[in-house]
């Protein structure tokens, strides 16, 4: 997309969006034009990924066609108007199917706070959706790798307050709690003394982990739970105990 074409999109994005706000989301003139461009363009795309079997050629696709909306995300974020946007919605789902969480939150930050519906193919709300996608893809990278605390966390208070169910908050509790875990292990045990880093993070996590467990009893976290307290008495017994 040339310089020109991507601020044209930008601006009328803006533009859409503003008007929408003011006209009880209605959009007119050459921005309502160029909405409905883009959500043509929106549904071309949809009709590819529809013709697609392969879950992983479907997220490849997307991460290719991810780059032609932005110009048109970065205005509706910029003019902050809080008018429904399937276009915005859309590219924020894929974002988060693509693993691009960095990307995906300033959108889902945006919808969540505006209240705004997702596309009517998804029973789920914005904040279910979002907790839920993330939470799962973080529980199935720590099993065997790492995943960005940073991101958990970010999640975790974009949804709190939200009316999502106990079970997608549990697997959310459990996400947050294994990375915590994950980073506390990773921390010379006796780098900071007994009650330093390492304790102070298996504390951190095994709270987690524990209102993960009494959200949903099936969230599967009891061995986890046992392994960190088994660590926190190892911990918490004086140097050179038996």
């Known amino acids: 997309m040339s310089l020109a074409r991507r601020h044209r999109e930008t601006v009328l994005a803006a533009r859409a969006a503003e008007q929408a706000a003011a006209n009880d989301g209605q959009r007119t003139g050459a921005a309502a034009s160029e909405y409905e461009l883009m959500r043509a363009r929106l549904g071309v795309d949809l009709r590819r990924l529809s013709e697609i079997q392969s879950i992983e050629r479907k997220i490849d696709l997307k991460r290719e066609l991810l780059p032609e909306y932005d110009a048109w995300v970065s205005g509706v974020l910029a003019a902050d108007a809080g008018v429904a946007d399937d276009v915005l919605t859309h590219v924020m789902i894929w974002r988060i199917d693509t693993g691009d969480f960095a990307g995906a939150l300033p959108l889902a930050s945006y919808v969540i ?15 279910t959706l979002v907790a839920e996608e993330i939470a799962e893809a973080a529980i199935k990278a720590l099993a065997g790798g790492t995943f960005p605390l940073e991101i958990l966390l970010a999640v975790d208070a974009l949804v709190d307050g939200a009316d999502i169910f106990d079970q997608v908050r549990a697997k959310l509790e459990k ?39 009494s959200l949903d009893g099936n969230v599967g976290v009891k061995k986890r739970i046992e392994k960190i307290d088994a660590e926190l008495k190892k911990l918490a017994q004086p140097q050179g105990a038996a």
Do not use: S
């Open 175 to 213: 996400a947050i709690g294994l990375a915590l875990a994950a980073t506390a292990e990773a921390t010379d045990a006796t780098a900071d003394g007994p009650a330093g880093a390492r304790a102070a993070g298996l504390t951190q996590a095994r709270a987690h982990l524990a209102r993960a467990l």
């Open 113 to 127: 706070r505006h209240d705004l519906p997702l596309p009517d193919r998804f029973d789920r709300t914005a904040a």
